[in-house]
């Protein structure tokens, strides 16, 4: 276990991470989603607890970091050191929320995203960042224990990969939709929030996210890829049909509890990934 106050001196790349879940949960007005208005489909989350949650995780991507620095290379020995380090972020958040999942598939995301970029400081650019995460996640985890977490329910009913693919095949999700649609509404002058709505948007519009899937089924699954597509083909964020889109969006999410849990994560990811391939990091590796 960590304990804050031994943090030693500023860390680049788990404040990026830290920062990037901060980024995510203050943006507004996400779907369904915890944000600046309010707990979306949570009853049991809301913003201050996102906020502990994100700052209580610092230490773990710390060791995370620390533990790929160390080890030098992709392997089981460092694949093994993040699993135990994963946990460790696990109980630290459940310790911190009074047992609430705020971060679970944050962490994995962002842990491999962190050790990939500490493997290699000065090699961060979006696509072999993201090879280098997929390439420790598919290494086998001989310790992880097997619990019937809502992912793997949703994997039985539904043959969905969740978190564990997404991650495997190197965050497609990211770089196919959430990265292009951040960086083109960016360019269009859209402004950063509109710009990351739509870049969660695009994540959202293809993904098979696990959370709305155990929640709403299919039926819930299907309302989110194509209310979100929907925004987008109106003009995104930024256009006055395209909010009307996005508060229908909303509201028809929240009828089914639907909440893209997952897609809030990839767009953290999606946040994080942005920066190191701008070389926002380079001041200092680890
Ligand atoms: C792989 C993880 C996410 C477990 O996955 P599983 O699907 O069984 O769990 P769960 O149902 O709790 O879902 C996890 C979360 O993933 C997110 N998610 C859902 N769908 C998706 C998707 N399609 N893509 C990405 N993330 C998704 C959601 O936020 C969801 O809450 C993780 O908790 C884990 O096993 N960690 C072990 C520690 C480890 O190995 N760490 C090493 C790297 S840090
Ligand atoms: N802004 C956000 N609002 C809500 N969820 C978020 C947000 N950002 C990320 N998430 C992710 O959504 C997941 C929480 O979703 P959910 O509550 O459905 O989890 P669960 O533990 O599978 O389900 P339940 O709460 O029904 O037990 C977390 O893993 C978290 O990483």
């Not at 680049?12 to 203050?26: G, K, M, S």
């Not at 960086?183 to 870049?199: F, I, T």
């Not at 293809?206 to 989110?224: F, H, I, K």
Request: aromatic share 2%; proline share 5%; hydrophobic share 45%.
């Amino acid at each position: 276990m960590h304990a804050l106050n031994s943090i030693p001196d500023v860390c680049p790349l788990a404040d990026l991470a830290v920062e990037a879940l901060i980024d995510e949960a203050d943006l507004s007005p996400k779907p369904a989603l915890v944000d600046r208005r309010g707990n979306g489909a949570h009853t049991d989350l809301h913003l201050g607890l996102m906020h502990a949650s994100a700052l209580a995780l610092w230490p773990a991507f710390q060791g995370m970091a620390d533990a790929a620095t160390q080890h030098g290379c992709i392997g089981l020995p460092l694949r093994e050191a993040l699993g135990q380090l994963g946990r460790e972020g696990e109980a630290d958040m459940l310790r911190t929320t009074g047992g609430v999942n705020t971060h679970r598939g944050a962490i994995w995301a962002l842990g491999l995203l962190v050790a990939a970029a500490a493997l290699a400081p000065h090699d961060t650019g979006a696509a072999v960042l993201a090879a280098r995460a997929a390439a420790l996640a598919r290494l086998p985890d001989r310790s992880a224990p097997q619990p019937l977490s809502h992912g793997r329910v949703v994997e039985q009913r539904y043959g969905a990969g969740g978190a564990r693919a997404e991650a495997q095949a190197g965050f497609p999700a990211v770089l196919e939709h959430g990265l292009p649609h951040l960086r083109a509404s960016r360019l269009a002058g859209h402004g950063e929030q509109n710009a990351r709505l739509d870049a969660l948007l695009a994540i959202m519009a293809t993904l098979a996210d696990t959370c709305v899937l155990y929640r709403a089924g299919p039926e819930g699954l299907a309302a989110m890829q194509t209310g979100a597509q929907a925004v987008l083909t109106a003009g995104g964020s930024a256009s006055l049909a395209g909010r009307r889109r996005l508060h229908q969006l909303d509201q028809r999410l929240l009828a089914l509890n639907a909440s893209p849990g997952g897609a809030a994560d990839l767009l953290a990811a999606c946040l994080f990934i942005d920066r190191l391939d701008r070389g926002e990091h380079s001041r200092s590796p680890a």
